[in-house]
């Protein structure tokens, strides 16, 4: 399984970035995916995932300003952060779970991506 993640970058607070992650070696559209992010000194923490009949789920923070989305044709996961703030700043990962629900378990990780957000 290979999940290459990529779209960090850095951003001033109240801009957006949008991540991407492309997924190879499983079956996509089986497999529930997820965002997560861990900034320095603190744990990984769920950013939002998504099923795999793409039924979204988000952390608190992630509320209506990121969204996830999927597209199976393309084996891709991607999040879209608007109205960054300077605490979303992180390393973010990509995640395959390893069904097609978000009660599994996480079967795979990407690299991750850094993300800046400057005030």
């Known amino acids: 399984v290979q999940l290459q993640a990529s779209g960090g970058g850095v951003v001033q607070a109240g801009g957006s970035l949008r991540l991407s992650c492309a997924a190879s070696g499983i079956i996509f559209s089986r497999r529930a995916m997820g965002w997560y992010r861990q900034a320095p000194g603190k744990q990984r923490e769920l950013v939002a995932d998504?099923?795999?009949?793409?039924?979204?789920t988000y952390a608190d923070f992630a509320k209506g300003r990121f969204t996830i989305s999927r597209d199976n044709a393309k084996n891709t996961v991607s999040l879209q952060m608007n109205s960054l703030k300077p605490e979303d700043a992180a390393v973010y990962y990509c995640?395959?779970?390893?069904?097609?629900?978000?009660?599994?378990?996480?079967?795979?990780w990407g690299q991750g991506t850094l993300v800046t957000v400057s005030s």
């Open positions: 995640a395959a779970y390893t069904g097609g629900f978000t009660w599994y378990s996480v079967g795979s």
């Open positions: 998504i099923t795999s009949g793409s039924y979204e």
